[in-house]
């Protein structure tokens, strides 16, 4: 789910929860209104983390079968791309 499908759901349950006064006989359209706000919170919080967590990439060197082999792990955080700002 995308944080614009989410944000979506969470405006539409916000109508039918606190602006909509119709009935329909047999369904709770505050209750459902409710479903649709917790569903998009839960998405946007998962499409959130998704988006900003750190990326790890591992990378092998060396000859496995002589048994020299050396294992790197790099990190990437998003705000510490460029911690001195030699970009420029």
Do not use: H, K
Not at 26 to 37: E, K, N, S
Not at 55 to 76: I, M, P
Request: zero cysteines.
């Amino acid at each position: 789910m995308t944080i614009g499908a989410s944000l979506l759901l969470i405006a539409i349950g916000a109508i039918l929860r606190f602006a909509v006064t119709a009935t329909v006989s047999g369904v709770d359209l505050g209750v459902i209104g409710v479903i649709f706000i917790v569903i998009g919170v839960v998405g946007l919080i998962l499409g959130l983390v998704l988006t900003f967590r750190n990326r790890s990439v591992d990378g092998v060197q060396g000859d496995a079968n002589r048994g020299q082999v050396r294992r790197t792990t790099y990190t990437e955080q998003s705000d510490q791309r460029y911690p001195d700002d030699t970009r420029y």
